[in-house]
């Protein structure tokens, strides 16, 4: 079975400072890993993806999380945030069931941004 | 393109009260599943299916029950409410690793 741990609960940082938000996954079998991004009272959205290939993926917004075999983590970071970034992150892993693919969260980081 | 619709946005459920969330998705899909939100625990599996006629449990299945007879539908059905369900709920369908998540429907069971 798969798991995944979002190691902090809430991260309130200042606006224009960096933030790291912190992945951990446990999987017997290869997985994908994903960061979805759910806004005040909205739904859902991805924010990037990794399934294979270069280990650092970057969204369009200036987000980026590194694939770490070795550690089994999926940090999510940003070098410098926006009020526009307050809102619940989500990491996700998806492993094979049955021909698709199950998706599995951790239980979200509200990342809060002070002016 | 509508992706998936949910049905409904907001409901006030009595306990003991049954209801059934509607799906529906326009992708041809095969694979539909439910989650359930609630603070501080992310998006917990209900149910899934990974095509018509065939439905499995996720972490969160009792109180729950789906089924599939089109690959377009995949509702879900509250046997007796309890406050505990008190949730959003969010259906999703995916191909492969792209997924897509309804607007949610917040359940309010008192």
């Known amino acids: 079975a798969q798991s995944v741990t979002q190691l902090d609960s809430q991260v309130p940082v200042f606006e224009e400072a960096p933030v790291e938000l912190r992945c951990n996954y446990s999987?017997?079998?290869?997985?994908?890993l994903f960061w979805y991004v759910q806004y005040p009272n909205q739904g859902l959205q991805l924010l990037l993806k990794y399934l294979s290939g270069s280990t650092l993926v970057e969204s369009i917004n200036g987000f980026e999380a590194e694939f770490n075999k070795s550690q089994t983590s999926f940090h999510l970071r940003k070098p410098s945030v926006h009020i526009s970034d307050t809102a619940e992150y989500f990491c996700?892993?998806?492993?094979?069931?049955?021909?698709?693919?199950?998706?599995?969260f951790g239980q979200g980081t509200r990342l809060t941004i002070n002016p | 393109n509508a992706g998936v619709t949910q049905t409904p946005k907001f409901q006030v459920l009595k306990t003991g009260q049954s209801m059934t969330l509607q799906c529906a998705q326009d992708m041809n899909h095969e694979y539909m599943s439910w989650y359930r939100q609630d603070p501080g625990m992310g998006l917990r599996l209900i149910h899934y299916s990974v095509g018509a006629g065939i439905t499995d449990q996720g972490e969160v299945p009792n109180g729950y029950n789906v089924s599939r007879s089109t690959t377009e539908d995949f509702p879900l059905r509250l046997l007796s409410a309890a406050p505990s369900q008190t949730s959003v709920y969010f259906c999703a369908s995916s191909e492969g690793w792209g997924y897509t998540f309804g607007s949610g429907t917040r359940l309010t069971v008192v």
């Open positions: 999987s017997s079998v290869s997985v994908y």
């Open positions: 996700a892993v998806s492993a094979p069931v049955q021909g698709a693919q199950k998706l599995v």
